[in-house]
């Protein structure tokens, strides 16, 4: 399984950036796909998460109305859509996908930082 994020950047406050999750080695079409960030020193946050499907979404409270997920499961790639960026949206941003077999097994990307000046 891997998990390649791209589209971190430095952007001014209230800018937009959309991330990109590459995924491969799973049958990307039959996972749930989320988005995940982490602080220095912190837990990782869960910002976003998509059905396999596509037909369901679900984002943090503190991105709502702001970010959108969204996949391509032609192309085995799950997108973030981040407007109206906010210097608290600093961080690192993960992708994840979790194997529910006989153990749970989460799997990540390297993550791609974001940086949102005020």
């Known amino acids: 399984v891997q998990l390649v994020e791209s589209g971190g950047a430095l952007v001014q406050s209230g800018g937009s950036l959309r991330l990109s999750c590459a995924t491969s080695?799973?049958?990307?079409?039959?996972?749930?796909m989320s988005w995940y960030r982490q602080d220095p020193g912190g837990g990782r946050e869960l910002v976003a998460s998509i059905t396999s499907t596509g037909g369901s979404t679900n984002y943090a409270d503190s991105v709502k109305g702001r970010f959108t997920i969204s996949r391509d499961n032609a192309k085995n790639t799950v997108f973030l859509q981040m407007n109206n960026l906010k210097p608290e949206d600093t961080s690192v941003y993960y992708c994840n996908t979790r194997e529910v077999a006989a153990v749970i097994t989460d799997y990540w990307g390297q993550g791609t930082q974001v940086t949102v000046s005020s």
């Open positions: 080695g799973f049958t990307f079409s039959s996972h749930d």
